[in-house]
């Protein structure tokens, strides 16, 4: 354990009115640990369930692609990546490996090219599964088939 710690503190409104009245503020403070020892992150199992249906074509699909780029890059080789991708039926694009090759990674993550009818109940059935071990995991999609909320948090 580190014997040295780092503290630093953040206001939630930087400037107050100087008046008599009383006022409420809050302060982030961070206890940093400071020298060899630090604690190591757990790795990463993340699955990607990415829609590929007709409804993401365009500017969807340049954005989804350019994200799982930035995902990918944020990876570390000790992390696991999964990536399901789906329209009207579900595909396994990649099983869960350690992303030791990010390029490949991003090579085959190029697969996902809009094809198909949406089928968001389709990724959900493959990619659930898939992260359903994990406490806080997030799936995402248009909508567009069944309006349902952007983010969706699966508990």
Same mark, same amino acid.
């Given at each position: 354990?580190?014997?040295?710690?780092?503290?630093? =503190?953040? *206001?939630?409104?930087?400037k107050m *009115? /100087?008046?008599?009245?009383?006022?409420?503020?809050?302060?982030? &403070?961070?206890?940093?640990? @400071? +020298?060899?020892? *630090?604690p190591?992150?757990?790795?990463?199992?993340?699955? &990607?369930?990415?829609?590929?249906?007709?409804?993401?074509?365009?500017?969807?699909?340049?954005?989804?692609?350019?994200?799982?780029?930035? @995902?990918?890059?944020?990876?570390?080789?000790?992390? $696991?990546?999964?990536?399901? $991708?789906?329209?009207?039926? =579900?595909?396994? &694009?990649? #099983?869960?490996?350690?992303?030791?090759?990010k390029?490949?990674?991003?090579a085959?993550?190029?697969?996902?090219?809009? $094809? +198909?009818?949406?089928?968001?109940?389709?990724g959900?059935?493959?990619?659930? #599964?898939? $992260? /359903?071990k =994990?406490?806080?995991?997030?799936?995402?999609?248009?909508? =567009?088939?069944?309006?349902?909320?952007n983010?969706r948090?699966?508990?």
């Amino acid at each position: 354990m580190a014997e040295e710690v780092k503290l630093a =503190a953040t *206001l939630a409104r930087p400037k107050m *009115l /100087a008046n008599a009245n009383p006022q409420l503020n809050y302060v982030l &403070l961070e206890v940093i640990p @400071v +020298g060899e020892g *630090l604690p190591q992150s757990a790795p990463l199992n993340v699955c &990607l369930v990415l829609d590929r249906s007709g409804s993401m074509a365009g500017q969807k699909m340049e954005n989804l692609r350019r994200a799982v780029e930035l @995902v990918i890059d944020q990876l570390d080789p000790t992390d $696991i990546l999964s990536i399901v $991708i789906f329209d009207d039926r =579900a595909e396994i &694009l990649v #099983p869960a490996t350690s992303v030791t090759d990010k390029n490949t990674l991003k090579a085959k993550s190029e697969r996902a090219s809009p $094809i +198909g009818a949406d089928g968001d109940e389709q990724g959900d059935a493959v990619g659930h #599964p898939r $992260i /359903a071990k =994990a406490p806080d995991a997030d799936a995402c999609a248009d909508g =567009a088939a069944d309006r349902r909320t952007n983010l969706r948090r699966r508990r």
